[in-house]
């Protein structure tokens, strides 16, 4: 069965840094575009990041220049890089295929930003 499996989670101050991994079993990782999605306190799921198989990203423009998406197929992962946080980044972050199937979806990992 499909599994993924955040980690890199944590609280960090406003401005810091944090580098999200996800590895995934059960897929042909290498032919599928994966994404990063959040979902803050009180709001829906969103989208955050996307990388296709051949490389191509995309991110949202909320965290355009301060987020990197990029994947390693040997390792099956997708890692989210993080810089300059805001508070307003505080989340649970989830990784998924795009589009998002509603059985992947694993614990997520939480993301806190705070001074």
């Known amino acids: 069965q499909v599994q993924l499996v955040e980690s890199g989670g944590g609280l960090v101050q406003p401005g810091g840094s944090l580098r999200l991994s996800c590895a995934a079993s059960?897929?042909?990782?290498?032919?599928?575009?994966m994404g990063w999605y959040r979902r803050a306190p009180g709001k829906q799921r969103e989208w955050v990041a996307l990388i296709a198989s051949g490389g191509g990203t995309n991110v949202a423009n909320s965290v355009k220049g301060r987020f990197a998406i990029s994947r390693d197929n040997a390792k099956n992962t997708v890692y989210l890089q993080m810089n300059s946080l805001k508070p307003e980044d505080t989340a649970v972050y989830y990784c998924?295929?795009?589009?998002?199937?509603?059985?992947?979806w694993g614990q997520g990992t939480q993301v806190t930003v705070s001074s």
């Open positions: 059960g897929i042909m990782f290498s032919s599928n575009t």
């Open positions: 998924n295929t795009v589009p998002a199937a509603n059985g992947y």
